[in-house]
C-alpha cells in the first residue's frame, strides 16, 4: 500500500520537474513533455507505443499514439527543454568539474523509412553502419561518483542544415559556456584532437584536457615537432597503478609519468604535455591548459581526470540501453532530435532530482529497494534506478500530475 504512496509522490515530482523544463512553451506543449517523460520513465522505453499504453487514456491506443507523434513534432521543443535542463544542471557545474564531451552514435543498422539516415562509425561493433551520430555532454566531478547530464544532440551528415562535425560539437561547448561560463575542465577523447577545436577553444580561453594522436605537431621550445617523439624523450619520474575494467575483467595498469611544457604552432599560450607509459605501445598523450608542475599529487589527479572519462561511457551505455534508445521508430529528423532531450531529461530526474537531493534520499532508497535486483544493487545504480522507477509505475500505474494542496484556513491568515 505505501509503495503506492511512493508512485504517486514520484509522478507529483515529475510533473512538477515538467514544469520547470518546459517552461516557455504552450499549454499542449507541456502538458505532451510531462506525459512524455512519465511515460519514458514508466516504460522504460522511448517506443511511443509502450509511452502511450502507460498514459492510460480512455481513448483508442492508436489515438494516443498518433498525438504523441504529432506534438513530438514541435519546432521550439528541442531548443526550449535543451535549454530549460541547462539553466538548472549548471548549478552543479564548480570551477574544476570535468565536463566530458563524447560524440556517440545511434545504431539503426535495419531501418530503411527513418528520414536522413546516414553513415556512422559503430564503436562498439568497430565497423561502419548505418544511424545517427550523438554529441553528448556529461558533468561530473573527480571524488565524486554523481554524474550530471548536461547536453545530447542528434543530428545527421545528410540534414539540410548539417555544417560540420566540429560545428556540431562547437555547439555543445557554447551552449554549456552560454550557461555555466569559464567554469569547468573539458575533456575530450583522441576525437578531439583537431586544429578546429584546439583553436576555437583558446580563442573562447576555455580550459581542456584532450588527448593527442602521435602523429600531432607541438613547439617544445623552439623546436617543432611531433608529440610522438617529445612522449618518447619525456622524463617520467612518478609511477601509480591503475585499475581498468575491460569486458567485465579488472585489469591493472603500472603507469609512469611526467609532463613536457609545449604549445601549438601560431599560437602563443603555454600549454602541457601529459604523459603517461604503460597503457600500450605508444604513451598517452594529453595535452591540457591546466599549468602542471614537479609535484606527484598534481600530475596524478590530472591523469586522473582523463581516466575519469572511461566511466562516463558507461552512463552513454545506461541512456542507450535503460530506454531502449536504439529501438526508437520515430520516422521524422526532427521528431528524433526533440526526443534527444526529452531522454536526457529522464536521466537528468533519475541521476540528479531523485538521486541527488538531500530531499529526496528517502524516497531514492525506497525505488532502489523497488528494482528487486538478485545480486543487488550496482556499484552504477542508476540502472537500478531507471528500473525501479519501472517498477513502481507498472504496479501503480496513473497520469502525472501535480499534488495540490488546499487553501490555508481564513482563520489563520489572519494570525
Known amino acids: 500500500m505505501y509503495s503506492s504512496v511512493i508512485a504517486t509522490r514520484l509522478r507529483a515530482k515529475i510533473a512538477r520537474f515538467s514544469g520547470e523544463v518546459s517552461a516557455g512553451l504552450g499549454k499542449v506543449a507541456k502538458r505532451f513533455v510531462s506525459e512524455m517523460l512519465y511515460g519514458i520513465s514508466a516504460s522504460g522505453s522511448v517506443v511511443l507505443t509502450r509511452i502511450a499504453r502507460m498514459l492510460e487514456e480512455h481513448i483508442a491506443l492508436k489515438k494516443t499514439h498518433e498525438r504523441l507523434s504529432r506534438n513530438l513534432g514541435h519546432s521550439k521543443l528541442e531548443l526550449t527543454i535543451g535549454d530549460n535542463l541547462l539553466s ?4 552543479h557545474i564548480e570551477d574544476d568539474t570535468l565536463l566530458v564531451l563524447d560524440p556517440s552514435d545511434l545504431n539503426k543498422p535495419y531501418a530503411e523509412k527513418m528520414e536522413h539516415l546516414c553513415q556512422v562509425y559503430d564503436g562498439s561493433g568497430g565497423e561502419i553502419a548505418t544511424g545517427y ?6 558533468g561530473c566531478n573527480l571524488d565524486s561518483k554523481e554524474i550530471v547530464p548536461l547536453y545530447q544532440r542528434l543530428y545527421s551528415y545528410t540534414a539540410p542544415d548539417f555544417k560540420s562535425e566540429n560545428t556540431e560539437l562547437l555547439a ?10 569559464n567554469r569547468g575542465i573539458w575533456v575530450i577523447d583522441r576525437g578531439g584532437d583537431r586544429n578546429k577545436l584546439f583553436y576555437p577553444l583558446l580563442e573562447r580561453r ?9 602523429d600531432r605537431h607541438l613547439l617544445h621550445g623552439k623546436r617543432r615537432t611531433v608529440a610522438r617523439q617529445i612522449a618518447a624523450t619525456c622524463c617520467c619520474p612518478y609511477a601509480a597503478s591503475i585499475a581498468k575494467m575491460e569486458h567485465g575483467v579488472e585489469k591493472r595498469f603500472t603507469l609512469e609519468f611526467g609532463f613536457r611544457a609545449v604549445r601549438l604552432p601560431d599560437h602563443k599560450q603555454q600549454l602541457y604535455l601529459l604523459v603517461a607509459k604503460g597503457f600500450g605501445a605508444e604513451p598517452l598523450m594529453l595535452l591540457t591548459t591546466e599549468k602542471l608542475s614537479r609535484s606527484y599529487k598534481a600530475l596524478f589527479r590530472m591523469l586522473q581526470s582523463y581516466l575519469r572519462r572511461w566511466s562516463i561511457e558507461e552512463t552513454i551505455r545506461y541512456i542507450q540501453s535503460c530506454y531502449e534508445l536504439e529501438d526508437v521508430r520515430v520516422l521524422r529528423y526532427k521528431g528524433l ?13 533519475a541521476a540528479v532530482v531523485l538521486d541527488g537531493s538531500e530531499k529526496l534520499r528517502l524516497l531514492s532508497g525506497h525505488v532502489l529497494v523497488a528494482a528487486k535486483r538478485v545480486f543487488g544493487i ?3 545504480h542508476y540502472y537500478a534506478l531507471s528500473d525501479g522507477l519501472k517498477n513502481l509505475f507498472t504496479r501503480h500505474p496513473g497520469r502525472p500530475h501535480r499534488i495540490h494542496r488546499g487553501p490555508p484556513d481564513p482563520q489563520l491568515c489572519l494570525f
Not at 555543445?172 to 561560463?181: C, S
Not at 526533440?338 to 530526474?349: D, G, S
Open 206 to 214: 576555455a580550459r581542456f584536457l584532450i588527448r593527442l594522436r602521435g
Open 378 to 380: 550496482p556499484e552504477f
Open 337 to 349: 532530435q526533440n526526443l534527444m532531450p526529452l531522454v536526457l531529461a529522464v536521466i537528468y530526474f
Open 172 to 181: 555543445a561547448i557554447d551552449a554549456v559556456r552560454h550557461h555555466a561560463g
Open 88 to 91: 538548472r544542471a549548471v548549478r
Open 133 to 138: 551520430p550523438l554529441v553528448h555532454v556529461i
